[in-house]
Protein backbone atom coordinates (compact mmCIF):
# COMPACT_ATOMS: atom_id res chain seq x y z
CA UNK A 1 0.00 0.00 0.00
CA UNK A 2 1.21 3.45 -0.35
CA UNK A 3 0.23 6.08 2.67
CA UNK A 4 -2.96 7.46 1.74
CA UNK A 5 -4.29 3.99 0.93
CA UNK A 6 -2.82 2.59 4.29
CA UNK A 7 -4.48 5.07 6.32
CA UNK A 8 -7.73 4.65 4.64
CA UNK A 9 -7.31 1.15 5.42
CA UNK A 10 -6.74 2.37 9.02
CA UNK A 11 -10.09 4.63 8.64
CA UNK A 12 -11.94 1.73 7.35
CA UNK A 13 -10.99 -0.27 10.01
CA UNK A 14 -11.52 1.43 12.58
CA UNK A 15 -15.15 1.78 11.95
CA UNK A 16 -15.53 -1.58 10.79
CA UNK A 17 -14.10 -2.92 13.93
CA UNK A 18 -17.17 -1.71 15.96
CA UNK A 19 -19.87 -1.98 12.66
CA UNK A 20 -22.62 -2.87 15.50
CA UNK A 21 -22.08 0.62 16.45
CA UNK A 22 -21.32 2.79 13.48
CA UNK A 23 -23.74 0.87 11.13
CA UNK A 24 -26.18 -0.86 12.64
CA UNK A 25 -27.13 1.82 15.14
CA UNK A 26 -27.80 4.40 12.39
CA UNK A 27 -29.43 2.13 10.29
CA UNK A 28 -31.83 1.06 13.65
CA UNK A 29 -32.37 4.63 13.97
CA UNK A 30 -33.67 5.43 10.28
CA UNK A 31 -35.74 2.36 10.41
CA UNK A 32 -37.76 3.90 13.43
CA UNK A 33 -38.11 7.25 11.54
CA UNK A 34 -39.85 5.64 9.08
CA UNK A 35 -41.92 3.23 10.90
CA UNK A 36 -43.13 5.79 13.25
CA UNK A 37 -43.73 8.21 10.75
CA UNK A 38 -44.51 6.24 7.75
CA UNK A 39 -47.31 4.56 10.43
CA UNK A 40 -48.77 8.02 11.51
CA UNK A 41 -48.59 10.09 8.39
CA UNK A 42 -49.05 7.35 5.30
CA UNK A 43 -52.87 7.98 5.09
CA UNK A 44 -52.38 12.09 5.44
CA UNK A 45 -49.71 13.01 3.22
CA UNK A 46 -49.16 13.09 -0.01
CA UNK A 47 -46.08 14.60 -1.70
CA UNK A 48 -46.25 13.18 -4.94
CA UNK A 49 -48.68 11.00 -7.02
CA UNK A 50 -48.56 7.78 -7.66
CA UNK A 51 -45.57 7.73 -4.66
CA UNK A 52 -46.83 6.53 -1.02
CA UNK A 53 -45.35 8.59 1.81
CA UNK A 54 -43.42 6.11 3.12
CA UNK A 55 -41.56 5.72 -0.09
CA UNK A 56 -41.09 9.32 0.10
CA UNK A 57 -39.13 8.81 3.30
CA UNK A 58 -36.94 6.09 2.16
CA UNK A 59 -34.43 8.35 0.04
CA UNK A 60 -34.89 11.09 2.86
CA UNK A 61 -33.55 9.05 5.31
CA UNK A 62 -31.00 6.79 3.55
CA UNK A 63 -29.49 10.65 2.59
CA UNK A 64 -29.93 11.78 5.80
CA UNK A 65 -27.92 9.06 7.90
CA UNK A 66 -25.14 8.85 5.10
CA UNK A 67 -24.56 12.21 5.56
CA UNK A 68 -24.55 12.30 9.58
CA UNK A 69 -22.43 9.33 9.52
CA UNK A 70 -19.84 10.27 6.82
CA UNK A 71 -19.53 13.37 9.25
CA UNK A 72 -19.31 11.70 12.45
CA UNK A 73 -15.91 8.97 10.68
CA UNK A 74 -13.86 12.20 10.22
CA UNK A 75 -14.51 13.98 13.04
CA UNK A 76 -14.59 11.82 15.52
CA UNK A 77 -11.51 10.05 14.27
CA UNK A 78 -9.52 13.41 14.42
CA UNK A 79 -11.28 14.31 17.61
CA UNK A 80 -10.38 11.27 19.27
CA UNK A 81 -6.59 11.28 18.09
CA UNK A 82 -6.18 14.78 19.33
CA UNK A 83 -7.34 13.68 22.77
CA UNK A 84 -5.54 10.77 23.09
CA UNK A 85 -2.07 11.93 21.94
CA UNK A 86 -1.92 9.53 19.03
CA UNK A 87 -1.73 11.94 16.61
CA UNK A 88 1.36 12.20 17.10
CA UNK A 89 2.01 9.10 15.44
CA UNK A 90 0.44 10.16 11.74
CA UNK A 91 2.43 13.50 11.94
CA UNK A 92 5.96 11.67 12.11
CA UNK A 93 4.85 9.79 8.76
CA UNK A 94 6.12 11.04 5.70
CA UNK A 95 2.47 11.63 4.59
CA UNK A 96 1.67 14.92 2.85
CA UNK A 97 -1.91 16.81 3.81
CA UNK A 98 -3.43 15.77 0.55
CA UNK A 99 -2.57 12.01 1.59
CA UNK A 100 -4.54 12.61 5.30
CA UNK A 101 -7.42 14.35 3.23
CA UNK A 102 -8.05 11.70 0.88
CA UNK A 103 -7.77 9.06 3.39
CA UNK A 104 -10.07 10.67 6.04
CA UNK A 105 -12.48 11.48 3.25
CA UNK A 106 -12.50 8.74 1.57
CA UNK A 107 -13.13 6.60 4.53
CA UNK A 108 -16.14 8.92 5.29
CA UNK A 109 -17.43 8.16 1.94
CA UNK A 110 -17.21 4.54 2.54
CA UNK A 111 -19.24 4.99 5.65
CA UNK A 112 -21.62 6.77 4.59
CA UNK A 113 -22.29 4.52 1.58
CA UNK A 114 -22.44 1.83 3.97
CA UNK A 115 -24.95 2.82 6.38
CA UNK A 116 -26.97 4.67 2.96
CA UNK A 117 -26.72 0.82 1.92
CA UNK A 118 -27.97 -0.65 4.47
CA UNK A 119 -31.04 1.94 5.27
CA UNK A 120 -32.15 1.08 1.84
CA UNK A 121 -31.63 -2.82 2.18
CA UNK A 122 -33.59 -2.81 5.35
CA UNK A 123 -36.16 -0.24 3.49
CA UNK A 124 -36.92 -2.68 1.18
CA UNK A 125 -38.91 -5.12 3.60
CA UNK A 126 -41.45 -2.30 4.34
CA UNK A 127 -42.04 -0.57 0.61
CA UNK A 128 -41.25 -0.82 -3.01
CA UNK A 129 -38.39 0.92 -3.49
CA UNK A 130 -37.64 2.52 -7.47
CA UNK A 131 -34.60 3.51 -9.08
CA UNK A 132 -35.00 5.35 -11.97
CA UNK A 133 -31.93 7.15 -12.56
CA UNK A 134 -28.84 5.30 -10.69
CA UNK A 135 -26.42 7.75 -12.12
CA UNK A 136 -27.95 10.69 -10.47
CA UNK A 137 -28.40 8.77 -7.03
CA UNK A 138 -24.75 7.87 -7.27
CA UNK A 139 -23.78 11.49 -8.12
CA UNK A 140 -25.40 13.19 -4.79
CA UNK A 141 -24.43 10.12 -2.59
CA UNK A 142 -20.68 10.28 -3.03
CA UNK A 143 -20.98 14.26 -3.17
CA UNK A 144 -22.80 14.63 -0.40
CA UNK A 145 -20.59 12.06 1.77
CA UNK A 146 -17.70 13.78 0.48
CA UNK A 147 -19.17 17.24 1.50
CA UNK A 148 -19.56 16.00 5.37
CA UNK A 149 -16.38 14.33 5.09
CA UNK A 150 -14.25 17.39 4.47
CA UNK A 151 -16.96 19.06 6.73
CA UNK A 152 -15.83 16.48 9.66
CA UNK A 153 -12.11 17.28 9.02
CA UNK A 154 -12.74 21.10 9.83
CA UNK A 155 -14.39 20.21 12.64
CA UNK A 156 -12.58 17.83 14.10
CA UNK A 157 -9.33 20.04 13.69
CA UNK A 158 -10.92 23.00 15.14
CA UNK A 159 -12.87 21.33 18.13
CA UNK A 160 -10.13 20.27 20.63
CA UNK A 161 -12.48 18.47 23.01
CA UNK A 162 -15.73 16.09 23.19
CA UNK A 163 -18.39 18.59 23.63
CA UNK A 164 -17.17 21.23 20.94
CA UNK A 165 -17.68 18.11 18.72
CA UNK A 166 -21.16 17.79 20.23
CA UNK A 167 -21.71 21.21 19.84
CA UNK A 168 -21.53 21.38 16.40
CA UNK A 169 -23.24 18.27 15.34
CA UNK A 170 -26.23 19.25 17.73
CA UNK A 171 -26.55 22.66 16.66
CA UNK A 172 -25.16 23.03 12.57
CA UNK A 173 -25.20 19.58 11.51
CA UNK A 174 -28.75 17.73 13.14
CA UNK A 175 -30.91 21.44 12.33
CA UNK A 176 -29.31 21.25 9.17
CA UNK A 177 -30.24 17.90 7.98
CA UNK A 178 -33.83 17.62 9.45
CA UNK A 179 -34.90 20.86 7.94
CA UNK A 180 -33.76 19.63 4.38
CA UNK A 181 -36.85 18.41 3.49
CA UNK A 182 -36.82 14.50 4.62
CA UNK A 183 -40.09 14.40 5.77
CA UNK A 184 -41.53 16.94 3.72
CA UNK A 185 -41.64 18.81 0.46
CA UNK A 186 -40.80 22.15 0.68
CA UNK A 187 -43.50 23.23 -1.65
CA UNK A 188 -46.03 22.47 1.86
CA UNK A 189 -43.81 25.59 3.47
CA UNK A 190 -44.98 29.31 3.99
CA UNK A 191 -43.09 31.30 0.84
CA UNK A 192 -40.94 32.70 3.63
CA UNK A 193 -39.44 28.89 5.36
CA UNK A 194 -39.55 28.30 1.69
CA UNK A 195 -36.85 31.00 0.54
CA UNK A 196 -35.10 30.12 3.99
CA UNK A 197 -34.77 25.96 2.25
CA UNK A 198 -32.84 27.17 -0.51
CA UNK A 199 -30.54 28.51 1.62
CA UNK A 200 -29.58 25.28 2.63
CA UNK A 201 -27.11 22.97 0.75
CA UNK A 202 -28.67 20.42 2.88
CA UNK A 203 -31.68 20.47 1.02
CA UNK A 204 -30.26 20.09 -2.84
CA UNK A 205 -27.74 17.06 -1.52
CA UNK A 206 -31.21 15.23 -0.48
CA UNK A 207 -33.87 16.77 -3.15
CA UNK A 208 -31.43 15.81 -5.92
CA UNK A 209 -30.73 12.34 -4.51
CA UNK A 210 -34.61 11.77 -4.24
CA UNK A 211 -35.26 12.86 -8.07
CA UNK A 212 -32.62 9.53 -8.67
CA UNK A 213 -35.22 7.30 -7.15
CA UNK A 214 -39.02 9.15 -8.17
CA UNK A 215 -37.74 11.22 -11.34
CA UNK A 216 -39.63 14.44 -9.70
CA UNK A 217 -38.32 17.16 -7.21
CA UNK A 218 -38.34 20.14 -5.70
CA UNK A 219 -36.14 22.19 -8.07
CA UNK A 220 -33.98 21.07 -10.87
CA UNK A 221 -31.71 17.77 -10.21
CA UNK A 222 -28.85 20.39 -12.39
CA UNK A 223 -29.69 22.87 -9.86
CA UNK A 224 -28.57 20.69 -7.17
CA UNK A 225 -25.52 19.35 -8.42
CA UNK A 226 -24.14 22.63 -9.29
CA UNK A 227 -25.10 23.82 -5.68
CA UNK A 228 -23.65 20.91 -3.87
CA UNK A 229 -20.52 20.46 -6.18
CA UNK A 230 -19.70 24.25 -5.39
CA UNK A 231 -19.98 23.38 -1.35
CA UNK A 232 -17.57 20.63 -1.94
CA UNK A 233 -14.90 22.63 -4.09
CA UNK A 234 -15.03 25.11 -1.19
CA UNK A 235 -15.95 23.22 2.07
CA UNK A 236 -12.26 20.59 0.64
CA UNK A 237 -10.23 23.74 -0.34
CA UNK A 238 -11.02 25.10 3.22
CA UNK A 239 -10.17 21.20 5.07
CA UNK A 240 -7.22 21.49 2.70
CA UNK A 241 -5.94 24.61 4.06
CA UNK A 242 -6.28 23.83 7.07
CA UNK A 243 -4.51 20.51 7.12
CA UNK A 244 -1.56 22.12 4.98
CA UNK A 245 -1.35 24.84 7.75
CA UNK A 246 -1.39 22.45 10.35
CA UNK A 247 -4.70 24.26 12.18
CA UNK A 248 -4.12 23.07 15.63
CA UNK A 249 -2.49 19.80 15.09
CA UNK A 250 1.30 21.20 15.20
CA UNK A 251 2.65 23.32 17.84
Do not use: C
Request: hydrophobic share 60%; glycine share 8%.
Amino acid sequence: MTGWQALLHKEVLRFWKVAFQTVAGPVLTAMLYLLIFGHALEAHVKVYDKVSYTAFLVPGLAMMSLLQNAFANSSSSLIMSKVTGNLVFLLLTPLSYLNWFVAYVGASVIRGLVVGLGVFAVAAFFTDISFLAPLWILTFAVMGAALMGALGLIAGLWAEKFDQLAAFQNFVIMPMTFLSGVFYSIHSLPPFWQKISHLNPFFYMIDGFRYGFFGVSDVSPWLSVGVVGAALALVSAIAVYLLRTGYKIRG
